[in-house]
């Protein structure tokens, strides 16, 4: 588990996000907590929990377009959506669908959902 004296060398928490599915398999970003530093980790995780950033982890929550790459990586199609306010590209299961377009989690606001 490494030196617990040595900052960074300890995972001391874990913090699993909301889980999404893409073409049927469920997915959810894992967020690392490390002893005496206050940098995070964040990895992409399956539903049998299965590592699938293990050659290298994201420094801040990952975008939707970064999770594209890794999923795309391993052959897996994800059906990229565009936000209609900011134009970044966004995963269906992590978007809101508002008037025959998509909202990202980037620009979505609860009062949308009345204008829905």
């Given at each position: 588990?490494?030196?617990?004296?040595?900052?960074?060398?300890?995972?001391?928490?874990?913090?699993?996000?909301?889980?999404?599915?893409?073409?049927?398999?469920?997915?959810?970003?894992?967020?690392?907590?490390?002893?005496?530093?206050?940098?995070?980790?964040?990895?992409?995780?399956?539903?049998?929990?299965?590592?699938?950033?293990?050659?290298?982890?994201?420094?801040?929550?990952?975008?939707?377009?970064?999770?594209?790459?890794?999923?795309?990586?391993?052959?897996?199609?994800?059906?990229?959506?565009?936000?209609?306010?900011?134009?970044?590209?966004?995963?269906p299961a992590?978007?809101?669908?508002?008037?025959?377009?998509?909202?990202?989690?980037?620009?979505?606001?609860?009062?949308?959902?009345?204008?829905?």
């Open positions: 588990m490494g030196n617990t004296s040595r900052p960074g060398s300890v995972v001391i928490e874990q913090i699993n996000h909301a889980p999404f599915e893409v073409a049927g398999e469920r997915y959810f970003v894992q967020e690392l907590v490390w002893n005496g530093i206050s940098g995070r980790s964040y990895e992409l995780v399956n539903s049998h929990e299965e590592i699938l950033t293990e050659d290298e982890s994201f420094d801040d929550h990952p975008t939707d377009a970064q999770i594209a790459t890794v999923l795309e990586g391993l052959g897996i199609d994800c059906g990229m959506e565009t936000c209609k306010f900011c134009r970044e590209a966004v995963l992590r978007a809101y669908r508002h008037d025959n377009g998509w909202v990202g989690s980037c620009c979505w606001d609860e009062r949308l959902r009345m204008t829905a």
